[in-house]
């Protein structure tokens, strides 16, 4: 497992770590509101924890910021840039980087072709120029290819980088899947329950994984997750929705102790088992077909 970046990672160089500002984010599918006038924001440089039960919005507030959802009312800013305005396609280059809920990965490509597609959105030429093997796209080529090799071996996989990506463990998977998301180089990863899936033991690898990325690159890192005790222990802020609404946002200490919070992730026990703050559980909503797109 990574536990430093190694001397010549130095993606925070230049980088401007901006803060990421929610601002009244209202989202509808019909009739259902799936987040109503939420707001929060993700300081510079820190591990923002986002909860809440299952259905709470949590994954919507991750497709509004990636671009995949218009929001029906607010808007969300990076720094000054109004993310909102901002087609989905152009999102990532301007340093999102986003891991999925589900793996998204071509699992017949090796890893490094994986941890490749992020850099596709970096490069002016974009995919046709490649496909082309235009000279510059070559020399281009391989620096991109060096750096996802470095990106790899800060997150632990450079021994697989020739391997398929479908014949890693699950974990190993997950870690090609932030592999890509940094090959954007993000200033603000996002991280759809890495955890989920996992036992304590690759559960505390993710946790110490999550540290070293934010200590090693700088950079932000917005989180969705179940497990509780990974959240309450890496996060410097949680904001917990409940039914589309903001009902907390503060440090865990606080987080945890607070009433609503409790009572939301109580309301929530019985239909599945999941760690909630106190005791933790997770939700009884329902729970929609994940839309989610690689960034
Ligand atoms: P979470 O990720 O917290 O479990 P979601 O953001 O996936 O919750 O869902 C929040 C609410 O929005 C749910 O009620 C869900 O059914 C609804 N929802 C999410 N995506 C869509 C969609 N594409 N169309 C209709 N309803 C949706
Ligand atoms: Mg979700």
Redesign the pocket.
């Known amino acids: 497992m990574a536990t430093a970046a190694p001397a010549h990672v130095t993606p925070d160089a230049g980088r401007d770590v901006r803060p990421l500002s929610v601002e009244g984010l209202t989202i509808r ?1 019909g009739g ?1 509101v ?1 987040l109503q006038d939420v707001s929060f924001t993700v300081r510079p440089g820190t591990i923002h924890a986002l909860i ?1 039960p ?7 507030c991750f497709n509004a910021i990636t671009g995949i959802y218009p929001p029906t009312e607010g808007r969300i800013l990076l720094g000054d840039k109004v993310l909102t305005d901002t087609p989905a396609h152009r999102i990532a280059a301007l340093g999102v980087g986003r891991a999925f809920q589900n793996l998204a990965l071509v699992g017949s490509s090796s890893v490094l072709d994986n941890v490749m597609l992020g850099r596709y959105s970096l490069t002016s030429g974009g995919f046709l120029a490649y496909g082309l093997r235009l000279p510059w796209t070559m020399r281009a080529e391989r620096r991109h290819q060096e750096r996802a090799a470095e990106i790899c071996d800060f997150i632990g996989i450079a021994a697989h980088l020739h391997k398929p990506a479908g014949v890693l463990s699950y974990g190993d998977q997950k870690r090609v899947d932030i592999a890509r998301a940094l090959a954007v180089e993000p200033t603000i990863l996002m991280l759809d329950e890495p955890a989920a899936g996992m036992n304590s033991s690759e559960t505390a690898e993710m946790a110490g994984l999550i540290h070293d990325i934010r200590e090693g690159l700088g950079i932000s890192i917005l989180l969705v997750e179940h497990d509780m005790s990974l959240v309450m222990g890496i996060a410097d802020q949680v904001t917990v ?1 409940d039914f ?1 609404r903001l009902i907390a946002d503060d440090v865990p200490a606080v987080v945890q102790k607070d009433p609503s919070v409790i009572r939301a992730y109580l309301g929530a026990e019985g239909s599945q088992t999941h760690d909630a703050p106190a005791a933790p559980a997770s939700a009884p ?4 077909d994940e ?1 989610e797109t690689p960034a």
């Not at 299952?54 to 919507?60: D, L, R």
Request: charged share 10%.
């Open positions: 599918f259902i799936a809440g299952n259905g709470a919005g949590k994954s919507t929705l589309g909503h329902p729970q929609p839309k």
